[in-house]
């Protein structure tokens, strides 16, 4: 009872600080100030009164939005005494193996910059700057040639620094459960079972109402769809992030999805947002860096060949580009695993005082990236709001799915969880699959990775992403890719070889996400 009053302590002081740095905190303070000469507000009562405003005006919800985003968002506190580094990664191993693989990016990086001739960042001359500021929002016609440009790295190669991870403590006496485990993840952490992701994903059942199933053509919309919908303009007249995260669960309506994100991810767009936008964008007109011509690289091998996101280009060069240069993300790496690359000024090399991060934001962007952005752009329009919502977005889901760690969110875990799904509720076609040299994860970690973006239509990926933010948790892609394998089984179970295991799988535009899901979970036998 006491350690649980001293975390929840713990966790209010930490958030009390975060918000104490915002901008909410300075407008909160101006209408408590601007609030004492209401006539309303007496002394002898003004804790109470001024309570009383913030919840009549509106101020109150806005603080407990921010409070639960921060909540979402924030660790579990760890033991007082416990380092900074267990806030990033408990597991030693898993530090270890983050920093070697890093520093592998950082040597690929290094020698292209090497083998090119191109400095890290450069000022651009001033014709340039006006150069590209004239074309800002046509930045897809331009064709600079990117043909000796490689991405730094592709999910094939994070795959194989996955499956040569260890727990040195379980190479001499590994225990008989795990050694049962013939799949490519060998590290023993926790991961759900079928009954345990029931639980967890209970408003999935067959008896709820689902967006995705219960809005088809066969059944009238009236006994779902149109019910859903009111209650979804409910939600937001409250506005409240809890309410909304909690309906979306079952899916949002096309019309309210991009309100319905925002309040969850606590994205008002203010002036200063713009603002700060606006600051990003002359940053990326007044620099050029190397990492540059990787988002534009990127941006032309993914996105510009992709039926439903070529038509976006031009958004995605103005958002990657941007969040390269946004300090801010530089917070999320106290409980990323990862760690910020550093670059030091010329000839100060290993001087801690002539170190910056680099790129500004801490991520160096790597094959397929940019399709984390191209869905967003179906539903924001509006530069800074699609910036900010992608922004929030990746430090709160998609930085997991690039680093290695233990948490149950990130790639690791969904890796194993894949694996053991299909090994236990599939064994035949699992074991099928590992006798002809097809391992199914080697099929599935680049739908992972990417979060299924580029891989599903965009209307079932809307509706998967929905998932993710109402459990706020990346499971559920494990899920899917255990529920496609079941989907194909039949054809799987009789290709002799991996390239035609993939080929059974090269095409998932057709599936529909939510009845896969649905079956898996809840009719398969356990």
Known sequence: MLQEESDLSLIIAQIVQKLKGSNLYSQLERQAWAS????????????????????????EKKLQNAVYSELNVFPLPSHPAAPPEHLKEPLVYMRKAQGSWEKRILKSLNSMCTELSIPLARKRPVGEQKELLNKWNEMGTDEPDLSLFRPVYAPKDFLEVLINLRNPNYENGDSLSFRTHLGLIQVPLKVKDIPELKECFVELGL????????????????????????IGQKVLAEQDSAAAQQYIRQGSPTALRAELWALILNISSQPEDVLYYEQLKTNVIQHDLLVDSLIYKDVKLTASNDDYYFVFEDYLYQVLLCFSRDTSVLSHFAFNSASPPKSYIRGKLGLEEYAVFYPPNGVIPFHGFSMYVAPLCFLYHEPSKLYQIFREMYVRFFFRLHSISSHPSGIVS?????????????????????????????????????AF?????????????????????????????????????????????LAAAEAVLADLSTLKVMPLLQIFLFATVT
């Open 36 to 59: 004492l000469q209401r006539p309303e507000i007496k002394l002898e009562s003004l804790k109470e009164d001024i309570k009383e405003f913030f919840k009549i005006s509106g101020w």
């Open 414 to 450: 969904l890796c194993l969880l894949f694996e053991t799904l299909l090994q236990t509720y599939l064994p035949q076609l699992f074991y099928h699959l590992r006798e002809i040299g097809a391992q199914p994860l080697r099929i599935s970690f680049k739908w992972m990775v990417r």
């Open 207 to 230: 008896n709820i109402g689902q967006l995705g199933i219960d809005d088809s053509t066969q059944v009238p919309p009236e006994l779902f769809e149109n019910e859903h919908v009111r």
């Open 453 to 497: 973006s580029g891989y599903l239509a965009t209307d079932q990926l809307l509706l998967l992403w929905d998932r993710i933010l109402g459990y706020n948790s990346l499971e559920i892609l494990a899920v899917l890719a255990a529920a496609v394998f079941a989907f194909r089984a039949v054809n799987l179970m009789e290709v002799t070889s």
